[in-house]
């Protein structure tokens, strides 16, 4: 199976999964369930989860024990994207191609749809907690501590992100918002799935430097492809972050400094992997798809 059938598998796996927690009763809040699920569901590349997985599978096969994980996580995610493209932080219109959800909805139920989302990634990972056993505690309490902090990382980048438009800054405090706002979770994923399948502290170190250094490069290509992207291809406008004075690698080094960093700190993270040999394959190659993306 070549890199794209993979992937596509990885993703209808995951769409299969979210759909089990998409509430569909007939309620009072039925709206605002269906704010929900119109951002979970709306596509995307499921990176997120994708990694969760995948960095299991270096160590494991039974991928069930890290499904809740990977849920969760994309349900965060979600909630980042609904509250990022509201009016008082990016504004934008579109998102996957589709509407935002505040202009589906309205600002009000947007702003709830992404709280419930958060909300629930915490529902879904407590649920796992109480049916686990003893030997299996310890590390998920590990993890609901690194969730929690990574979450909390990734909101303090993205109000960093907003505060400091249209201010000149330094390569340290852009790096520490791209650190924060997008790497902090994509981190996250990678050492959720390789504590969940019991990997030593020398290799869980291993795969955090390679997360820095993807979570980073995904970063950086959005900088690039909001300068030089296809609307069409992208599902939402170019341009937006240099009309907001957005902090962006691109406004820092210029689109060829910008297309040189991401290039060496993606061979970086493949480098990181080479101890794993062929077993790797598939991360290596989602190190070059972030590197390639053209959405």
Do not use: W
């Not at 749809?113 to 049916?131: E, F, Q, R, T, W």
């Not at 686990?132 to 690194?146: A, G, H, Q, T, W």
């Amino acid at each position: 199976m070549d890199f794209k059938e993979e992937l596509k598998k990885y993703q209808q796996q995951i769409n299969q999964e979210l759909e089990k927690y998409v509430k569909k009763q007939k309620c009072s809040e039925e709206i605002l369930n269906r704010a929900m699920e119109y951002s979970l569901m709306a596509g995307g590349k499921r990176l997120r989860p994708i990694l969760v997985i995948a960095t299991y599978q270096l160590f494991k096969n039974d991928i069930e024990k890290c499904i809740p994980y990977a849920v969760a996580i994309e349900m965060v995610h979600n909630f980042s994207l609904i509250h990022d493209d509201l009016p008082a932080i990016d504004n934008d219109d579109f998102r996957h191609g589709k509407l935002t959800n505040h202009k589906k909805f309205n600002e009000a139920t947007a702003i709830l749809a992404g709280d419930g989302l958060l909300n629930n990634a915490y529902i879904v990972l407590s649920k796992d907690l109480m049916h686990s056993d003893s030997k299996e505690l310890p590390k998920k309490l590990k993890i609901l501590k690194e969730f929690s902090e990574a979450t909390d990382r990734m909101i303090a980048g993205e109000y960093i992100d907003t505060e400091l438009e249209k201010q000149k800054i330094t390569a340290e405090e852009l790096r520490y918002i791209h650190t924060n706002k997008t790497g902090a979770l994509l981190k996250l994923c990678v050492r959720m799935g390789a504590i969940l399948a019991d990997c030593t502290d020398q290799e869980l170190q291993k795969l955090s430097n390679y997360a820095d250094k993807i979570g980073l490069a995904f970063q950086i290509k959005d900088d690039i492809l909001s300068e030089e992207g296809n609307e069409e291809i992208l599902g939402k406008p170019v341009g937006n972050d240099k009309e907001q004075g957005k902090c962006t690698y691109v406004s820092q080094y210029g689109l060829k400094g910008a297309k040189e960093i991401l290039n060496k700190i993606t061979e970086e993270a493949i480098e990181e992997l080479e101890i794993y040999g062929k077993k790797a394959e598939f991360l290596k190659e989602l190190a070059l798809y972030i590197q390639n993306r053209n959405k």
